[in-house]
């Protein structure tokens, strides 16, 4: 299982002029996400204020994430970055001693 650094940006040709539409629209989103931090797919979520961007840290298999993540289209776009532990570098690091 992997570990995955999500940045996440809301499409912007998407997004309802009216508030009371807005927040309709996002409110499932919000709760897919509560959802997913629930059942600990999602460790960490954000958004960076004032924007329509964030992050998540999430991990799970690549299916897994995969899946996860296609639940949002085509409303959120994803960049997906695999991150290591700091034991996972050291292990690195280790081998090219050897």
């Given at each position: 299982m992997?570990?995955?650094l999500l940045l996440w940006e809301i499409d912007p040709t998407r997004i309802p002029v009216d508030p009371q539409q807005r927040a309709t629209a996002w409110k499932p989103l919000i709760e897919?996400?509560?959802q997913d931090m629930k059942e600990g797919k999602v460790k960490?979520?954000?958004t960076f204020i004032g924007?329509?961007?964030g992050y998540s840290v999430a991990e799970g298999t690549e299916?897994?994430?995969a899946s996860m993540l296609l639940r949002?289209?085509?409303f959120v776009h994803f960049k997906t970055h695999?991150?290591?532990?700091?034991s996972q570098v050291e292990e690195v690091i280790k081998a090219q001693t050897k």
């Open positions: 992997g570990k995955y897919m996400v509560k960490d979520w954000g924007e329509l961007n299916v897994e994430i949002f289209a085509p695999p991150v290591s532990s700091l």
